[in-house]
């Protein structure tokens, strides 16, 4: 199934995109599909948070190229913690989102580094069925088609996922992806490795 891309506005309008669906506030913390989704150990010294939306070619610039090192070189090394959070920002985005979030959170970083590298044959190939390239590679992680069908449906999912997003803007006044916050402080665009340890304060030589 190929999805056109609309846009999901930047106020209450968004829920357009979603037809049916209204937010229900504080609805998230019942569905652990909702929790949280990072890197790195709790008790790390930093805590880092990314705003990102899956069609976005700036946020897979940065995972293709800055996060390896970032992941390597400060969180494995015990001195930072990544937070993922969802801002989608067009239809497919939500969709691959509610997928995403769909599996067991340990294959989460996975598939959505998975969905990035690939991002080019399921988000911009004209004609391509977006939703049979996602459930191509959700299949590598253990997902079936029809529980891809079944998570797309989940309007539940969907409506925790946009109230993820509009507490980004409301919170950290997301208006673009990517976009880290660093001590309470939004940095929005992809970075470079160095740029990115140098906000996060910490050291990664």
């Given at each position: 199934m190929s999805i056109a891309r609309r846009h999901l506005f930047l106020a209450t309008p968004m829920l357009a995109l979603a037809p049916g669906l209204a937010l229900a506030q504080g609805s998230n913390a019942a569905d652990p599909r909702l929790g949280e989704r990072s890197a790195g150990r709790a008790d790390a010294p930093v805590t880092v948070i990314e705003y990102f939306s899956l069609t976005c070619s700036?946020?897979?610039a940065f995972h293709n190229q800055t996060w390896p090192q970032v992941?390597?070189?400060?969180?494995?090394a015990g001195k930072?913690?990544?937070v993922w959070r969802d801002f989608p920002l067009d239809q497919l985005a939500?969709?691959?989102?509610?997928?995403?979030?769909?599996?067991p959170a340990e294959r989460y970083e996975g598939f959505v580094s998975a969905?990035?590298?690939?991002q080019d044959r399921w988000a911009f190939a004209r004609g391509a069925d977006n939703i049979g390239e996602i459930a191509k590679v959700a299949a590598l992680a253990g997902m079936s088609r029809a529980q891809v069908d079944a998570?797309?449906?989940d309007q539940a999912l969907q409506r925790g996922i946009l109230e993820m997003r509009m507490k980004g803007q409301q919170e950290h006044?997301?208006?673009?992806t990517p976009t880290f916050v660093f001590n309470g402080r939004p940095s929005p665009g992809s970075l470079t490795y160095e740029r990115f340890a140098e906000l996060a304060g910490?050291?990664?030589s």
């Open positions: 700036h946020c897979a992941k390597s070189r400060l969180v494995e930072l913690r990544l939500l969709a691959a989102a509610v997928v995403a979030r769909s599996l969905l990035f590298t690939s998570a797309l449906a006044q997301v208006s673009s910490v050291s990664g």
